[in-house]
């Protein structure tokens, strides 16, 4: 008898579950492809501004996030990755905030601008909008260097009519109490003003598909 229940038990709980993944997989995807500053580094991945974003969304919007950040990431690396998360999980949208890391290692900007240009055009063929986040870099890479870099996200922007966060870490880049003791990634604390910098841009968009 014992063994019965516990077998209509675990049916109905794997039922449950069928049911809450089908949801799920049918919830418009936002597509999160970045870097540490986006895969949480430094801190517990739930308190980041992904994890953030979907809490935000929970209760008002029916959408998925999907966090497809790597530490490290490079415009290239995202560019290699791209078709393969396009192809699994057809996001509705992506949030693309990639190239700190190219800018940090001094790589040109023509090339990194090229690829982030790749993968605006790929995920725009594959039906997807693009919400690009901007970056900017430490001054002590050269006037010419860190404003080229700066510029490269606007002119994006521009050419693909792409909505736009002149600076992702806005507000919080120039607070050293929010920013960990290697300078480069925020704190936990710094989280929700980066979502609130995302936030402004993203809303209409999400919005614009009801």
Known sequence: MFICFTRQIIALTLLLLSFSLYADEDAPVILVLGDSLSAGYGIDVNAGWVALLQQRLDGNY??????????????????????????QHQPELVILELGGNDG????????????LKEIIEKAQAAEAKVLLLGMQI??????????????AYAQLAEEYELP??????????VNA??????????????????????????????????
């Not at 497809?68 to 560019?79: D, I, N, Y």
């Not at 290692?105 to 990194?112: E, F, S």
């Not at 704190?187 to 910098?197: G, R, S």
């Open 62 to 87: 029916p959408h998925r996030v999907i966090n497809a950040s790597v530490s490290g990431e490079t415009a290239g690396g995202g560019l290699a990755r791209l078709p393969a998360l396009l192809q």
């Open 104 to 115: 940090l290692r001094g790589h040109p900007i023509n090339i990194m601008q090229q690829q």
């Open 138 to 151: 430490p001054p002590n890479y050269g006037q010419r260097y860190t404003l080229r870099f700066h510029k």
């Open 164 to 173: 736009y966060v002149p600076f992702f870490l806005e507000g919080v880049a």
């Open 177 to 210: 109490e929010l920013m960990q003791r290697d300078g480069i990634h925020p704190t936990a604390q710094a989280q929700p003003q980066m979502l609130d910098n995302v936030w402004l841009a993203l809303e209409p968009l999400i919005k614009s598909e009801r």
